[in-house]
C-alpha cells in the first residue's frame, strides 16, 4: 500500500501546482470591495461581469482542479489511517 499513498502523495502535489496556476492566471474582476460596488477606477464598470472564452474555460478547469485534489486529500488520508495496518 505504500506505492498507492505515494502515488496520491504525488497526485496531490501536482493538482496543487495547477491549482496555484489556475487561481494565478484568472483576470482579476476588480479592485477590492470598493470595484466590486462601483467605485473602482479600472474602467471595470464594476459589478457583475459574465466569463466569456478562455477565461470562462479556467474558470471551470479550476474548480474541476479544486474537486479533483479534495478526492485526492481525503483518499489519501483515508488509505493513510485505513490500511496501514
Not at 505504500?2 to 493538482?15: S, Y
Not at 474548480?63 to 488509505?79: D, G, K, Q, R, T
Request: aromatic share 8%; charged share 10%.
Amino acid at each position: 500500500m505504500a506505492k498507492l499513498q505515494n502515488a496520491l502523495v504525488i497526485a496531490e502535489a501536482v493538482l496543487a501546482i495547477l491549482l496555484m496556476a489556475g487561481v494565478l492566471i484568472q483576470t482579476p474582476k476588480a479592485s477590492g470591495l470598493g470595484g466590486t460596488i462601483g467605485g473602482g477606477d479600472s474602467g471595470l464598470g464594476g459589478g457583475y461581469r459574465t466569463r466569456r472564452g478562455l477565461e470562462r474555460q479556467i474558470y471551470w478547469t479550476t474548480w474541476v482542479l479544486v474537486v479533483a485534489f479534495l478526492i485526492c486529500s481525503i483518499a489519501n488520508v483515508w488509505v493513510t489511517t485505513h490500511l496501514s495496518g
